[in-house]
């Protein structure tokens, strides 16, 4: 792992993996989203709105491993201190928060003809919505200490918040378990499914697809901070250069 | 008494919002990309 660490290392790898990443994402998340939308069934119950989870559990799954990415590259750079450690951390940050986004507007298109209301303030949405008001403390943190330090690494304050911030994933997942809530509870547990088959199997594409969307967008945010940082480094250091004669 | 709502204008609405969130990101993310790399190397150019 430390050896991924080193960013020259990083961008010959990133460099293959991130196109492959997207195309393959892309062209798995559409033939997910088409076979949910026009090739399984309606549910017994929900009728056709059953079709909004092959969206909505994705963009649930992403919103968490966003912050989860967040809180292991907050572990590493704060452990090791690795160079890529904060830059991974600022990657995830905005994919993050876009899929946490998208959970919470389309439960709530979900919510409406299922429940008969757009929203109730219950452990899961209320936890939800917390995660979004997280992502934008984060980076705005992220932005006012990259400022401050110029331009060197997330730094440790930002760093110390996405390890705090991790609380609020469990708090999630376990919420509609530990209060009564109008959300159901999970349908997908380790080893086992409450779904039957003709759901579960375009739910499970779907969340590989956009699972590699994201990570696709995270190697690209990667990339970009990298060069925006060598670019920096260089006109700095010829900045001084011309200043020395 | 409660009208019938149309479940189709829902699941519209959420692939609309889904897909256009996820394909505006994706975008952003490669041209971010591709303009700090045009910069990174513009800048060891000079």
Redesign the interface.
């Given at each position: 792992m430390h050896g991924f660490a080193n960013p020259a290392r990083f961008l010959r790898i990133a460099r293959w993996l991130m196109p492959l990443c997207m195309g393959a994402g892309i062209v798995v998340a559409a033939a997910a989203l088409g076979w949910g939308l026009f090739l399984a069934p309606a549910e017994r119950l929900q009728g056709e709105t059953v079709r909004i989870v092959y969206l909505h559990v994705p963009a649930a799954w992403l919103g968490m491993a966003g912050w989860m990415g967040i809180a292991a590259a907050s572990f590493t750079e704060l452990v090791w201190r690795h160079p890529l450690a904060g830059i991974a951390a600022r990657a995830c940050a905005v994919p993050g928060a876009v899929f946490t986004a998208v959970c919470l507007v389309t439960g709530s298109l979900w919510g409406r003809p299922a429940w008969g209301t757009w929203w109730v303030w219950d452990g899961r949405l209320t936890s939800m919505l917390v995660l979004l008001f997280l992502y934008f403390g984060w980076m705005a943190l992220s932005q006012a200490s990259e400022a401050s330090d110029g331009g060197q690494g997330a730094g440790r304050a930002p760093a110390i918040f996405g390890l705090v911030g991790a609380v609020n994933i469990p708090i999630i997942h376990y919420s509609v378990i530990w209060w009564n809530s109008q959300h159901q509870a999970p349908s997908i547990t380790m080893g086992k499914s409450a779904m039957a088959g003709a759901f579960l199997w375009p739910l499970l594409i779907a969340m590989l697809g956009f699972t590699l969307i994201f990570a696709g967008c995270v190697l690209a945010r990667m990339r970009a901070i990298l060069a925006d940082r060598q670019a920096e480094a260089r006109l700095r250091r010829k900045a001084l250069s011309e200043a020395e004669f | 008494m409660?009208e019938a709502?149309d479940?189709?204008t829902?699941?519209v609405?959420?692939?609309a919002?889904?897909?256009g969130?996820?394909a505006t990101?994706?975008l952003w993310?490669?041209l971010?990309?591709r303009?700090?790399?045009k910069?990174?190397d513009?800048?060891?150019k000079?």
């Open positions: - | 409660r709502m479940p189709w829902f699941v609405a959420s692939y919002v889904g897909v969130a996820t990101m994706v993310s490669l971010s990309m303009r700090a790399e910069r990174r513009e800048a060891r000079r």
